[in-house]
């Protein structure tokens, strides 16, 4: 269903009315970041194992390096 959304949906809003979804997409996400009504995410498309094997747990979380020396 996303597919032909994607592929074959045209907007019915005032501003991108008519429009492809696959040609606006970009436009606005862009336009939402940019006014702070959006962010970029992500999210693993399989699961994460460590080098060690072991199953890891993805978080969204404000620090990205462990201070190790703390």
Avoid: H
């Amino acid at each position: 269903m996303y597919k032909l959304g994607f592929y074959d949906g045209v907007f019915e809003v005032p501003e991108y009315n008519g429009k492809k979804v696959q040609d606006v997409k970009t436009v606005i996400r862009d336009k939402m970041i940019k006014a702070g009504e959006a962010c970029l995410y992500w999210e693993p498309e399989n699961m994460v194992v460590s080098r060690l094997g072991d199953e890891c747990v993805v978080a969204l979380c404000d620090q990205w390096y462990i201070p190790y020396g703390d």
